[in-house]
């Protein structure tokens, strides 16, 4: 899977170039075979591209867009599972080199913050508003993408490995005493509560079918799927079973 890295000043200071490249090298010797890099003067994203699709050839990541009078910076990498209901949902044509990126741009600018329910895949995506200084971020329900977040003293920090936030100087090596003693003895929280700690102190997950918002210095995460709620589906025989699991 292709990587994303990025930063958000709530301070509103600019985003220095150097930065970027900084969280780059903490994860330089990944396999990829491409880096761009995008700074909007406070917040800055990064993709590191690999081909894991062959839409994925297409893909030109991050992007700043501004269409329908939006002002979004936007990165994403995906392999998206349902591309042509998408298409069809959004009305655009769907070809071999639309890249999965562009798709959920597109369903970004229709749906919003409701887009995370309509695709299925491995996906994470992220987006800016310029305007209004948020930022979204959001993960699949349950695939093999990661998304990982830093907050102190006005710098918020995001990306797909942990390697990327270790890079950055201001981040301190500490280790969570607490979330490994939980590890070794499995020990486990309550089945309501939210657990995205790391064996890092201050280095947090973005769960499996959560979503991130940043607005004026403040965290939200929500849950967008329960997979409990959903309807067994009933077949007159095994084979149509097989052929739908297929």
Known sequence: MSLLVGLHHTDLKIVEEQTLNTMYQGVKHFPHKKAAFLNKK???????????????????????????????????????????????????????TLPDGTIILKAYLKWGKKTPEKLLGDWSFACFDEATQELFIARDQHGYTTIFYHYEANIFSFASSKKSILALPHVKRMANQEQIIRGLALWFYDKDSIHNETIHKGIFFLPPAHTLTLKDGKIQLNRYWFPETIATIHRQNTQDYAEELR
């Open 42 to 96: 406070t917040a800055a994203f990064g993709h590191l591209l690999t081909y894991n699709t062959p839409e994925a050839l297409f893909e030109e990541m991050p992007c700043y867009c501004t269409e329908e009078g939006t002002t979004l910076l936007f990165v994403a990498e995906a392999r998206l599972d349902n591309r042509e209901e998408l298409a069809n949902a959004l009305g655009i044509h769907l070809s071999p």
